[in-house]
């Protein structure tokens, strides 16, 4: 692949663009804003851990105006069911009077998918977006049906309310490349938003993308190289999330019951990547590896009882990874 300096403009446009036009709307929330971008890019999907009021829908609305995409948002009850959100067979009358099965498809069918509060549904229903999330298909009745692309699903959980919830499983975890947390915002950037009326706004918002070239641009992702050097240390990191008689971190033997598999290999290469250059870069650093390592492996390490215990969160067990790669590793 050519290292066209057009190229690297194209991605370091994109980026403030978007800023310049979800500013509009939202306040701060930078980083938040680049890792989904992040995650879009690489073909990736979100969960967004925070409490209510904090912006997640419209973030995610302004997200689809501005890249000019088809926005769908599905509200998760413990009463919905998967044909509510794949769409089902009804019958309907055709010109003749006949009356045949005609597909009539759910809210899924979008580009951009945002999955609102996920884990309020019983893990049936939250297994109805596991094959569309991982194959870009849904299948009703024995049909297959094509997802349109780029298809991106943005769940959201509220980490307050445990009632009624439904924990989702480890597989269904494992389809989101990202888990991002979500803060209340500093002081300034909260009296900026009391001030401000965002309904009008988010109609001011200007497509600054077509969905053709966003297709461009998630493909050559794809091509972009890596040096042996950092796909070494991606590799290894992974690894060292797994608790074994070969892993030099006592930290992590002690705290950790399960690590991360192989497909967090591969979705910290890929948005590795996408951070180098929307950063303006080809070379794809360590750095850009350990930006997105929290959000990849977060929700991917399962602590065990003596980190539960002693109040050890997956965030330190990376921590101390980091660590020592940085010394181990030169």
């Known amino acids: 692949m050519k290292k066209d300096t057009r ?51 419209l973030l ?9 995409l088809k926005f769908n948002r599905i509200q998760f009850t413990p009463d919905l069911m998967p044909s509510d959100i794949t769409g089902s067979d009804i019958i309907q009358q055709t010109k003749t009077g006949k009356r045949e099965f005609q597909f009539v498809p759910g809210p899924i069918f979008a580009n951009i998918v945002l999955a609102d509060e996920i ?10 977006l596991l094959q569309a999330m991982q194959e870009k298909i849904v299948t009703v009745n024995g049909k297959t ?51 401000r009326d965002t309904s009008e706004k988010l109609n001011s918002i200007k497509k600054i993308i077509k969905r053709k070239e966003l297709l461009e641009i998630q493909k ?8 042996d050097y950092v796909l070494n240390y991606g590799v290894k990191l992974i690894r060292l999330t797994r608790p074994n008689d070969n892993n030099p971190i006592k930290y992590v033997n002690k705290f950790v019951e399960w690590g991360a598999g192989t497909r967090a290999a ?15 870069r080809f070379a ?5 590896i350990n930006f997105v390592a929290f959000n990849i492996l977060s929700h991917r390490i399962i602590p065990n009882f003596n ?24």
Do not use: W
């Open 284 to 288: 794809v650093a360590r750095d850009d």
């Open 145 to 195: 049906y094509s997802l349109e692309l780029p298809f991106f699903v943005l769940a959201t959980q509220n980490p307050i309310e445990q009632e009624g919830t439904y924990p989702l499983p480890e597989a269904q975890l494992d389809r989101f490349m990202f888990s991002i947390d979500i803060d209340y915002p500093d002081e300034k950037s909260e009296r900026e938003i009391a001030k």
């Open 266 to 280: 591969q979705y910290l290469v890929l948005s590795a990547k996408v951070k180098a250059l929307l950063d303006g």
């Open 220 to 227: 050559i992702v794809e091509e972009v190289p890596v040096s």
């Open 307 to 330: 980190a539960d215990a002693e109040g050890i969160k997956p965030r330190h067990i990376i921590n101390e990874i980091i660590k020592y790669l940085k010394t181990s590793i030169k």
């Open 119 to 128: 884990n309020r549904t019983p893990p049936k229903t939250q297994s109805a």
């Open 60 to 68: 995610v609305k302004a997200l689809a105006n501005a890249l000019d």
């Open 7 to 57: 190229l690297i403009e194209r991605f370091s446009n994109l980026k403030k663009k978007l800023y310049k036009e979800i500013e509009k709307v939202i306040i701060g929330q930078k980083e938040i804003l680049e890792k989904i971008l992040i995650a879009l890019l690489a073909q990736g999907h979100c969960i967004i851990i925070g409490v209510p009021g904090l912006a997640k829908t």
